[in-house]
């Protein structure tokens, strides 16, 4: 697992979710779509860390919502 934080591709995630009407939500997607799942840390507050099995896979993610 990595962990990363997923602000700066906050906005975009956002848009499509609402613009896509998905039922279920915003980390919900990401869990769906990426196997990554929302990070809680006392070292890392920030709300948008979040883990990705691989780097891999967090390329995918970059490269489709950055």
Known sequence: MI???I???WKTLVNHYYQSGL????WEMIEREYGARRA???EHPSWCQ????DEETYLMF???WA
């Open 23 to 26: 039922s279920y939500s915003v």
């Open 50 to 53: 979040v883990d990705f099995p």
């Open 62 to 64: 970059l490269l489709r």
């Open 7 to 9: 602000l700066p591709q």
């Open 3 to 5: 962990r990363r934080n």
């Open 40 to 42: 809680y840390s006392m």
